[in-house]
């Protein structure tokens, strides 16, 4: 049974540039959370996406965008890269329900130039 | 702002030796979660505590809620060079989001 699986692990992108980065999550899981993890500080929620919908937002503008699709997988997307958006990007799936434990993917580094 | 402070940030310790992280919240806590992120890897679910009190122990870890569910205690014994990494407490309200605090990064000597 395959975990949560991201890709790319690593990316390169110059600043201003668009990237687009994904997720499979956990067989039997059908929510998806995004968050950035700045080098040295926790992971911080970006959105979470059920039933294709985006169900929370955490505090990012609106370069950061997300879609989720009728297979659960999901797309994180940033707009107009700026060299603080160098950071780990983790994709945690769960099944939907309150207050479950996260299952990470081994993340996206993405590093802006 | 993250909504859990933990300390210490930083946790050097002998190799054998006990010690204890710390996660405080300003509000009360629907229930806290804890999570151990190896140096290059991803956060790994630990324990989640509900209960106002609750005491839950895994081998060498004993993770306390309090008693106010504002704060939680994640205590290992015997350090071992296994357990080097950061350990995240992740506050969990009603709502979707887990909130991580900084996290207390570990190191062990030998």
């Known amino acids: 049974d395959a975990g949560v699986t991201q890709s790319p692990t690593h990316l390169i992108k110059t600043r201003g540039q668009q990237v687009t980065l994904r997720c499979s999550p956990k067989?039997?899981?059908?929510?998806v959370s995004w968050y950035q993890q700045a080098l040295g500080q926790g992971p911080q929620f970006i959105f979470q996406?059920?039933?294709?919908?985006?169900?929370q937002r955490g505090n990012f503008p609106d370069r950061f965008s997300g879609h989720q699709f009728p297979n659960y997988s999901s797309e994180l997307n940033v707009n107009a890269l700026l060299l603080g958006d160098s950071a780990l990007y983790l994709c945690?799936?769960?099944?939907?329900?309150?207050?479950?434990?996260?299952?990470f993917g081994q993340g996206t580094r993405l590093t802006v130039v | 702002g993250q909504q859990v402070m933990q300390i210490p940030q930083y946790q050097h310790v002998q190799e054998g030796e006990d010690f204890t992280t710390y996660c405080n919240s300003s509000t009360t806590l629907s229930n806290i979660q804890w999570y151990k992120q190896r140096p290059g890897g991803h956060p790994v679910f630990l324990i989640q505590?509900?209960?106002?009190?609750e005491v839950k122990k895994q081998k060498r870890l004993t993770f306390q809620f309090g008693e106010a569910k504002k704060n939680s205690s994640l205590h290992i014994t015997a350090t071992q060079t296994t357990d080097v990494g950061t350990y995240f407490c992740?506050?969990?309200?009603?709502?979707?989001?887990?909130?991580f605090g900084a996290g207390t990064t570990v190191t062990v000597r030998a």
């Open positions: 992740a506050a969990v309200n009603n709502d979707y989001k887990l909130s």
């Open positions: 067989s039997g899981h059908d929510t």
């Open positions: 996406y059920y039933e294709e919908e985006e169900r």
């Open positions: 945690a799936s769960s099944p939907n329900a309150w207050h479950t434990e996260a299952f």
């Open positions: 505590l509900v209960k106002s009190g």
